[in-house]
């Protein structure tokens, strides 16, 4: 399966892990410069993940810091998966630049909340259904990168069989048990592999029923959260997917907004039960399209 660690996050936990230790030794970035033989742009850079530097810089900027052993330590190892290379990576052919950026992302969370009000996400897709998704937002790709997006997204899945578990819980608009997304047979596995997900004890799918309280009107997002890593945090982080380019919201502020709204969401969503009721009718639904009930003669 994937590696789970992220050399994304790796190198962003570390850029705000040195940016935040140079503030607490009330330090500015030109002080650093100076000290270093560096330009303030490259400080500037490394706090802001866009260069990565060397294992000997880290380790004069941590002696600069006054940061000693064991946590000096730490910020060495996670300097060093910085720079490995994610799964993904095997597909930049395909997919494009911000795609890839937050499946390193997704790839080191600890849990992900995702309001799905048009489509069933890519991390809950049947290999088909995923297809005509791709397709469908890609019309002018070639089948062999559609192909190539497919198997990436099939691979990104193994994340839901991650150890330690990989929270998911999203919230899906009925609505989107009703959208054709290719035909009938397609839409009745894509709903049985829905099932078969909310069973899983570290996911939870649930409903928002059309006929129930709407509590927040907002197109569709997904909101990571990440654990500590070699004892460095990172914040939450919000992302909202348009036609032609994506949005990442990182503010805490911002992301808790957010939160809150996923929360309303949620609670205004049926339980388990009555979500696996509404996606049983909706799958006999479709499997009566596709295999329609003939009037007995006579």
Same mark, same amino acid.
């Given at each position: 399966?994937?590696? =789970?660690?992220?050399?994304?996050?790796?190198?962003?936990?570390?850029?705000?892990?040195?940016?935040?230790l140079?503030?607490?030794?009330?330090?500015?970035?030109?002080f650093?410069?100076?000290?270093?033989?560096?330009s303030?742009?490259?400080?500037?850079?490394? !706090?802001?993940?866009?260069?990565? =530097?060397?294992p000997?810089?880290?380790?004069?900027l941590?002696?600069?810091?006054?940061?000693e052993?064991?946590?000096?330590d #730490?910020?060495?190892?996670?300097?060093? !998966?910085? /720079?490995? /290379?994610?799964?993904?990576?095997?597909?930049?052919? +395909?997919?494009?630049? =911000?795609?890839?950026?937050?499946?390193?992302?997704? %790839?080191?969370a +600890?849990a992900?909340?995702?309001?799905?009000?048009?489509v069933?996400?890519?991390?809950?897709?049947?290999?088909?259904?995923?297809?005509?998704?791709?397709r469908?937002?890609? #019309?002018?790709?070639?089948?062999? #990168?559609? #192909?190539?997006?497919? !198997?990436?997204?099939?691979?990104r899945?193994?994340?839901?069989?991650?150890?330690?578990?990989? %929270?998911?819980? %999203?919230?899906i608009?009925?609505?989107?048990?009703?959208?054709?997304?290719?035909?009938e047979?397609?839409?009745?596995?894509?709903?049985?592999?829905?099932? !078969?997900?909310?069973?899983?004890p570290?996911?939870?799918?649930?409903?928002?029923?059309?006929d129930?309280?709407?509590?927040? @009107?907002?197109?569709?997002?997904?909101?990571?959260?990440?654990?500590?890593?070699h004892?460095?945090?990172?914040?939450? @982080?919000?992302?909202?997917?348009?036609?032609?380019?994506?949005?990442?919201?990182?503010?805490?502020?911002?992301?808790?907004?957010? &939160?809150?709204?996923?929360?309303r &969401?949620?609670?205004?969503?049926?339980?388990?039960?009555?979500?696996? /009721?509404?996606?049983?009718?909706?799958?006999?639904?479709?499997?009566?399209?596709?295999?329609? @009930?003939?009037?007995?003669?006579?």
């Amino acid at each position: 399966m994937p590696e =789970p660690a992220s050399p994304i996050v790796r190198r962003r936990r570390l850029a705000a892990e040195l940016r935040r230790l140079r503030e607490r030794a009330d330090l500015t970035g030109d002080f650093v410069a100076e000290r270093m033989g560096w330009s303030a742009s490259k400080v500037s850079r490394i !706090e802001n993940a866009h260069t990565s =530097p060397r294992p000997a810089e880290i380790q004069k900027l941590l002696a600069l810091y006054g940061i000693e052993r064991p946590y000096a330590d #730490e910020l060495m190892a996670l300097a060093q !998966e910085a /720079k490995r /290379k994610g799964w993904w990576k095997a597909y930049s052919d +395909a997919l494009p630049g =911000p795609h890839t950026r937050f499946i390193g992302l997704e %790839a080191e969370a +600890a849990a992900t909340s995702i309001w799905c009000p048009e489509v069933v996400s890519g991390l809950l897709q049947t290999e088909d259904y995923a297809r005509e998704v791709i397709r469908t937002a890609n #019309e002018s790709a070639p089948p062999g #990168e559609i #192909e190539r997006r497919v !198997e990436a997204r099939m691979v990104r899945q193994q994340l839901l069989h991650r150890d330690p578990p990989f %929270a998911l819980t %999203a919230v899906i608009d009925e609505s989107v048990l009703m959208r054709r997304i290719g035909n009938e047979q397609i839409m009745s596995r894509q709903i049985g592999r829905l099932l !078969e997900l909310s069973e899983y004890p570290h996911l939870s799918l649930r409903i928002l029923p059309l006929d129930g309280v709407h509590p927040v @009107v907002a197109g569709g997002f997904i909101l990571l959260q990440f654990g500590a890593v070699h004892e460095v945090s990172y914040h939450d @982080v919000a992302y909202i997917e348009h036609v032609t380019d994506s949005v990442y919201v990182e503010a805490e502020r911002d992301t808790f907004v957010y &939160l809150t709204g996923f929360r309303r &969401l949620y609670d205004a969503a049926l339980d388990l039960e009555d979500s696996q /009721k509404r996606m049983t009718r909706a799958q006999h639904d479709w499997e009566l399209r596709h295999h329609p @009930v003939r009037p007995s003669a006579g």
